[in-house]
């Protein structure tokens, strides 16, 4: 295993993390966190796609502006893509 996809695992987990709180979501929307996100479903290891559905899920969930930056960023292909061959636990995020 690539240990840098773990790094990158371990960052989208606290980001995930961070999504469950309003200064995370913030944070993660005004920083440019949602790129990245969208960017770990699409070409992340299944570990990373999990935590960045999650993270994409908390930050739609709780607001409408992020939730239009993460639609406007591309998220839709890629979760749908993960909706049907991701792990698991990656699909009960994604529906």
């Known amino acids: 295993m690539d240990p840098a996809a ?36 699409e070409l992340g290891s299944p570990r990373g796609k999990e935590y960045a559905a999650a993270a994409l899920l908390q930050l739609c969930t709780n607001s409408s502006r992020f939730c239009i930056m993460v639609l406007q960023g591309g998220a839709v292909p890629p979760l749908v893509a993960l909706s049907q061959s991701g792990t698991p636990r990656a699909k009960k995020k994604v529906h």
Do not use: C, F, S, Y
């Open 6 to 41: 773990g790094m990158v695992d371990k960052a989208v987990a606290v980001l995930a993390n961070l999504a469950t709180i309003p200064e995370g979501r913030t944070a993660i929307g005004q920083e440019g966190g949602i790129p990245v996100l969208v960017e770990v479903v």
